[in-house]
């Protein structure tokens, strides 16, 4: 592989497409449930989770993407399980500004892998839709979040 | 077709075409992407521009620049004139009887609104159908939607075969008293099927209905004779036939445009205005409304120019080689599925590779200089038809080489090899 394609598909993004965490799985008793879809491409996502006393206690993900989409929401579903509903926002935000700018809020970790995706443009929306995704079921939104 | 002794006739018609030289006209495609040369298979989407167009471009508007059909001088003329041969040569593309029937628009989509808008508004009762097929791109499917939702006429679709052949049957089915007006592409813009448009429209007249024929995925890849089709309507758009963006053309049969009402209203489609009543100027002016895309037009006649000189079929049989051995070879990658194996096609071959989704194709074809087109190519009813989210499609125009087909294989073979 060249190197350029190295920093997109890093060994991590592979993994978590080839075998994704939480996939196909909505937690039993979830109590927000939010649909993705980016009508540019045609991923869609349907993030479900448990919320106990503002904790994410359990979270899964279904539907179908490409590797970049699917990695980033394997990856988040990972992160965010144990997290406070605060602390699933400053997640967030770190990865938005991890994929449009320059460095993000705070230590990444594992999301660290991601930074690839800033040099292809067009694959941003891919690797941001679970998470915009995830904000929605947060908030309780009906209907579709769309990455347009 | 003179066939060189030794030489397989194949290689002698691809010859024929010189596309060396070919491409030396098309300055766009001399350049590297992320280090590699560009290999551009996304003409589906827009053709490349030949130096002859963008030089009638920027002639025109380095010397003749004025507005057309008003003012008496010189470069009013000038400008006048050159937009006006351009609908000529529009006109003898498309064998067209009149130029009064070559209306020109921003592209294809505005040429099927204007229909929908214009004919179709004025003449759909409730009950009335609209035929249109599974296949279709989107601007021949919503524009018939809205109009379906403004007048009660109800929208009836032409199922597909497996293959994405067009069902014979399913047409037969369809069509009936009450159907108004069938709308269908000549060729898919994401299966790459030629429809049998031809025997298509001499069915629909003989139940009383006009047809539309989206042309877009046509026009710069077989010959088109609108007199010998047959057809009421035909829309194309420039930029897919190496010509600008922004500009394109409907043709219409004139006893039709005759007794449409203008689709806008503006400038230099009227006879007469006052604040009690205006009346119109005759087609093909009365649908331009406003200062239309004179440029484009010009550099639309230039694009004509360039096709004709090499020739419709040349280029269409040049087109065919390249499909054909590109079938070939991606048809031998293990996990690769072709969406649209109908016998007749264009060059566009739209594939899913198992296990890897179609935009981590596209990125990794990118990476080696490889354009081709990832998603659903404004086609979702498609997609959902074939049970895949998206595609990937490669589109070849007259100046793609065996050598750019062999760089494609290669690159789905990097894209298995990356998801291993």
Known sequence: MTADLRSLYEEVILDHNRNPRNFQYAPPGANHVAHGYNPLCGDEFTVSLRLENGVVTDIGFEGA??????????????????????????????????????????????????????????????????????????RKEQGTVSTE | MTTAAGKRHSAARVDALDVQRVRADFPALHQTVHGQPLVYLDNAATTQKPR??????????????????????????RATAAYETAREKVRKFLNAPSVQEIVFVRGTTEGINLVAQSWGRTNLRPDDEVVITETEHHSNIVPWQML??????????????????????????????????VAVSHCSNALGTINPVKRMISQAHEVGALVLVDGAQAVAHLPVDVRDLDCDF????????????????????????????????????????????????????????GTPDIAGAIGLGAAIDYVDALGSEAIGRHEQELLMLATAAISRIPGLRIIGTAPEKTGILSFVLDGVHAHD?????????????????CAMPVMQ????????????????????????VAGIYRAKEVFG
């Open chain 2, 148 to 181: 379906c939702g403004q007048t009660g006429a109800q929208l009836r679709i032409v199922p597909v075969e497996n293959n994405g052949v067009l069902s014979a049957e399913g047409y037969a089915q369809i069509l009936g008293r009450r159907t108004r007006l």
């Open chain 2, 52 to 77: 002859q167009v963008i030089e009638t471009l920027d002639r025109y508007y380095r010397s003749d620049n004025a507005n057309v059909h008003r003012g008496v001088h010189a470069l009013s003329e």
């Open chain 2, 385 to 408: 038809r074939y049970c895949v989210p998206a595609t990937a499609r490669a589109s070849f125009a007259l100046y793609n080489t065996r050598e750019e087909v062999d760089a494609l």
């Open chain 2, 361 to 377: 194709v596209g990125t990794i074809l990118d990476m080696q200089g490889v354009a081709v087109r990832v998603g659903h190519h």
């Open chain 1, 65 to 138: 993407g490409c590797a970049i989409s699917t990695a980033s929401a394997s990856l988040m579903t990972e992160i965010v399980k144990g997290k406070t509903v605060e602390e699933a926002r400053a997640l967030f935000e770190s990865v938005h500004g991890l994929l449009t700018s320059e460095g993000s809020g705070g230590p990444m970790g594992k999301l660290q892998v991601l930074a690839g995706v800033r040099e292809y443009p067009a694959r941003v929306k891919c690797a941001t839709l679970a998470w915009h995704t995830l904000q929605a079921a947060l």
């Open chain 2, 234 to 289: 035909y829309a194309f758009s420039g930029h897919k036939l190496y010509g600008p963006t922004g500009i394109g053309v409907l043709y219409a049969k004139r006893a039709l445009l005759q007794e449409m009402p203008p689709y806008q209203g503006g400038g230099e489609m009227v006879k007469h205005v006052s604040f009690d009543r205006t009346s119109y100027l005759d087609p093909p002016l009365r649908f331009e409304a």
